[in-house]
């Protein structure tokens, strides 16, 4: 599918195909993404979930080209962003977008400040890093999009070094560098797993209320369904590597199919349940070195397993509308009962 004029107002704003993105182990790449493809609608919030261990930080670092040098690379797929490959782009042209165009979020907001410098400092050299505007302009910009993001004593704590605030207080400030020049494309990863239950849906909030301010397209990654369904739009389930379902969140949440999205579901904790009753999904999620050559990822670990899914590859099939999954279940074109090595089901 190539943008022309003709539909390029309409095209999503990110495309992902086919990302493969391998680490170099003992002088091998073994892949951690295999094969990801998935579109990011103008203003959309995706959610990317699936347990610790599934690629989706690999996925999100291979967007941003964030991956570790030497060691991560991406081996095959495009990433468009606004109609262009920035797979293909050279680490200058890579730092005009981050920051301005997509931001990342991280879980640790202590990564990603540094200890040295003032909050203010900070978000300033965020802005002036991408515009031509003075400090005294920056730093005015810097205390309203603390005061954007709900941060109380702005004035006062563009002056604060990270270490001075909370947990919750430093992702709110994280979220201001974000969208310090409004990007058009904010990657979360995991921005709430270190937060306490309060200021995780505070922040949610806090996201969700700027992606409708600010029109920006949102990837939230989390391995909490919970979260998915308190501001996301569309769903991704990653496992091991690969997409294995993908719908919209009303028709995930009521009609979902692939035995480990159920699972996932199933260790949601609810508000009128013992946390000890939470379902845990036996087994180990496969290392990078380890991934099964063929067959389904999930087989070893699945309660819904035929012997055939451990040698037919299952691709993402449409089971209804805006809804895909990769089960053999759910496969129309695989007879029940048949076994045979379906073409084109290769993995490497
Ligand atoms: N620097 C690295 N070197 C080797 N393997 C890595 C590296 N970073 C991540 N991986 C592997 O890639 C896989 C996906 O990791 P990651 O994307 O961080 O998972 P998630 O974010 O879903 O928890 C894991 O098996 C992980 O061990
Ligand atoms: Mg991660």
């Known amino acids: 599918m190539s943008a022309n004029n003709f539909t390029a107002k309409k095209a999503p704003i990110l495309q992902v195909k086919n990302l493969q993105t391998g680490f170099k182990i003992d002088g091998d790449y073994y892949n ?8 990011v609608d103008r203003k959309q919030i995706v959610g990317v979930v699936g347990e610790s261990g599934c690629g989706k930080s690999v996925m999100s670092l291979s967007i941003m080209q964030l991956l570790p040098q030497g060691i991560g690379k ?11 490959n920035i797979s293909e782009f050279s680490d200058k042209k890579m730092n005009q977008i981050r920051g301005k165009d997509i931001s990342m979020i991280f879980q640790e907001p202590m990564t990603s400040l540094n200890p040295v410098f003032t909050i203010g400092y900070q978000i300033e050299e965020v802005i002036l890093n991408h515009e031509k505007i003075s400090k005294k ?15 109380p004593r702005a004035e006062k704590i563009v002056e604060e070094y990270p270490h001075q ?13 974000a969208i310090a020049c409004q990007p058009k494309l904010l990657i979360a990863d995991e921005p709430t797993t270190a937060l306490d239950v309060t200021v995780q849906a505070q922040i949610l909030e806090l996201l969700k209320g700027i992606q409708e301010s600010n029109d920006m397209a949102i990837i939230l ?4 369904l919970g979260v998915v369904a308190e501001i996301c739009d569309e769903v991704i389930v990653m496992y091991a590597g690969k997409i294995v379902e993908r719908a919209s969140v009303d028709e995930l949440f009521n009609n979902p199919k692939h035995p480990y999205t159920d699972l996932l579901m199933k260790a949601i904790p609810k508000m009128t349940e013992d946390v000890e009753k939470l379902a845990t999904i036996e087994g180990l999620v496969p290392s990078v070195i380890n ?25 993402l099939n449409d089971v209804a ?14 007879p029940e009962g048949e076994t045979r090595q379906r073409e084109g089901a290769t993995i490497q």
């Open 32 to 39: 951690a993404v295999e094969g990801v493809s998935f579109d």
């Open 74 to 84: 991406i081996r095959g797929g495009e990433i468009t962003f606004e109609g262009e």
């Open 137 to 151: 302009e920056a730093r005015l910009r810097s205390v309203a999009l603390l005061k954007s993001v709900g941060i």
């Open 165 to 177: 605030l909370s947990g919750g207080m430093r992702q709110r400030v994280m979220i201001a560098m």
């Open 221 to 224: 990654i989390t391995h909490d």
């Open 291 to 315: 991934m099964p050559q063929v067959g389904c990822r999930f087989a070893n670990r699945c309660p819904a397993a035929m012997p055939e899914c451990l040698t037919v590859t299952p691709m």
């Open 321 to 334: 509308s805006n809804h895909q999954t990769a089960c053999l279940l759910y496969d129309s074109s695989w």
